[in-house]
């Protein structure tokens, strides 16, 4: 019977996985007194799945574990996941480089620091048996005790097996920085030479399995608590659907550096070099880095999976010209929407003024299209005389996470602008409803006016009307001499440096910054 089996039930028709939960890991766990996992109503086929549903609860269970020892201040039971010393270094040394990808996509300033040679020196003695304790202690005592917190080592400090474990985290050291050298003059190819880490189990712990949705799931999570990640979750998700239905399981650990480079494989039968590279591979590399910092995983095997992507050659400028952005302007501004024979408008009226005045904005504030097809009569205000637009998370989405106001131009005044905002009430280019996901309304709006530029030939074919005019209003910016560090605070670019942290870019500052860019010859 089914009820024989260990953590097997039997209810209502339906087989489950289940496992009672221990009384003190309860409040770390909303409350439950058990954990289940449906199985179906097939019992060979709940069978074959129990194992590693179970295996799935059980890490639930650990996770709760872990979460009571943070609570306590206290470390993880000591020797609870134990791994060998050739284990642990190669576990090490799969972290440095995760860490290394990491800084790398995060600041240019990374890869131009140099490796200190002393510090070379240290572990090649390390690795040679030539140190004492105290210096084994500050050369990689933190990494040892890195691996102590999990419960992957108990070798008492100054012990022989310490050591033993002190000269192999040495050599993972070493090997580490061999490969951070390597990948400073662009080789990614690099692979550890010495043999205990060659010959290491490639599997560096032995916890149950990782859902590889769940760890999606989860990094949108952290990164949606800092009030970022929006877009990823909505760009990724059929990234990781696309890749589970091709590995056939769900399981990250049993991922492979070699199943990465088949799926890339087959996605380029349908898909763009760059599509794959900048959507697919990065996406994965992101998600399994995090969950390796998270010490949720030992190793990323996506971390030198790449796709080369061909450099498109470049035959003009990124920018509307001159003559590109008043011809959309001209059409923009004029634009009358399509009458019946009895004079009725089909359009939507948010749809006519998106039209007429998105393009408009665009062109004078350098936001993304979508910025702008967002907005709401909410944003927009006369701040001591200066009318100012506020592009805000709070209307939809914004891809810093972090809201900017820009001075509207005075010749989109003089245009009317201000009477078409003070006669509208919530969304100004969408129909508002609270069925509608704000988003999802404000890109439908942008596509709309997207079509219709192209449907009258207003749009080069190698210019992207979003790009299109953020690099127009940041060359026209230069040209009449606006600062970069203006400039970025209009479009909400990044600071360069770190000295353009300090000080605020005013709405004064920015309102003379506006009003020096040139109008437009539309009427």
Not at 102 to 107: D, G
Not at 343 to 358: I, L
Not at 442 to 448: C, V
């Amino acid at each position: 019977m089914a009820g024989n089996i260990k953590h097997f039930l039997f209810r209502d028709g339906r087989y489950y996985a289940r496992l009672v939960v221990p009384k003190k890991l309860r409040p770390y766990m909303n409350n439950k007194s058990e954990l289940r996992t449906p199985l179906g109503a097939d019992r060979r086929a709940a069978l074959r799945a129990h194992p590693i549903a179970v295996a799935e609860l059980m890490h639930q269970i650990t996770q709760a574990e872990r979460r009571e020892s943070e609570a306590l201040g206290v470390a993880v039971a000591p020797g609870r996941y134990p791994l060998t010393d050739a284990q642990i270094a190669l576990r090490s040394y799969r972290e440095r480089l995760a860490q290394d990808e990491a800084a790398r996509n995060q600041s240019a300033h990374y890869a131009q620091v140099g490796i200190d040679d002393g510090y070379l020196h240290n572990l090649r003695e390390g690795i040679a048996g030539r140190l004492g304790d105290t210096a084994l202690i500050e050369l990689v005592g933190h990494r040892i005790d890195h691996f102590r917190d999990l419960g992957n080592t108990t070798a008492p400090t100054g012990s022989t097996e310490w050591r033993a474990l002190a000269r192999a985290v040495c050599i993972s050291e070493y090997e580490a920085l061999e490969r951070l050298m390597e990948r400073d003059e662009g080789d990614y190819s690099g692979e550890p030479q010495h043999p205990l880490l060659r010959n290491a189990d490639p599997v560096v712990d032995d916890l149950p399995p990782v859902s590889l949705q769940g760890l999606f799931r989860d990094y949108n999570a952290s990164r949606q608590l800092v009030g970022k990640g929006i877009e990823a979750e909505r760009r990724w998700k059929p990234v990781f659907e696309a890749l589970g239905k091709y590995l056939r399981h769900d399981d990250a650990r049993r991922i492979t550096k070699s199943d990465l480079i088949q799926w890339r494989d087959t996605l380029l039968l349908k898909l763009s070099p760059k599509t794959v590279s900048d959507v697919y591979l990065a996406a994965v590399r992101t998600v399994l880095s995090w969950a390796v910092r998270e010490d949720r995983l030992g190793e990323n095997p996506a971390e030198n999976v790449r796709q080369q992507v061909k450099k498109i050659p470049r035959s003009r400028e990124q920018g509307f010209t001159v003559d590109e952005a008043e011809a959309i302007l001209k059409a923009s501004y004029r634009y009358e929407p399509l009458r019946t024979v009895n004079g009725v408008v089909s359009e939507a009226p948010q749809a006519s003024a998106a039209k007429k005045w998105v393009p408009l904005l665009c062109a004078f504030t350098g936001a993304r299209v979508v910025e702008i097809t967002q907005l709401r009569r909410q944003d927009i205000r006369d701040e001591e005389g200066i009318f100012v637009l506020r592009i805000s998370p709070d209307a939809g989405t914004v891809k810093t996470g972090q809201y900017r106001d820009v001075p509207i131009h005075p010749q989109i005044i003089e245009l009317g602008f201000r009477g078409f905002v003070e006669r509208s009430v919530g969304p100004l280019f969408y129909v508002a409803s609270n069925k509608k996901d704000p988003v999802r309304a404000a890109r439908t709006s942008a596509q709309i006016v997207s079509r219709w530029l192209h449907k009258n030939n207003l749009i080069v074919q190698s210019v992207a009307p979003n790009h299109g005019w953020r690099h127009r209003f940041k060359t026209v910016g230069r040209e009449v001499g606006i600062q970069d560090r203006v400039l970025d605070a209009l479009m909400g670019h990044a600071s360069t440096t770190a000295g353009d942290a300090y000080g605020d870019v005013t709405i004064k500052t920015k309102a003379k910054a506006i009003n020096s860019i040139p109008h437009y010859a539309i009427e």
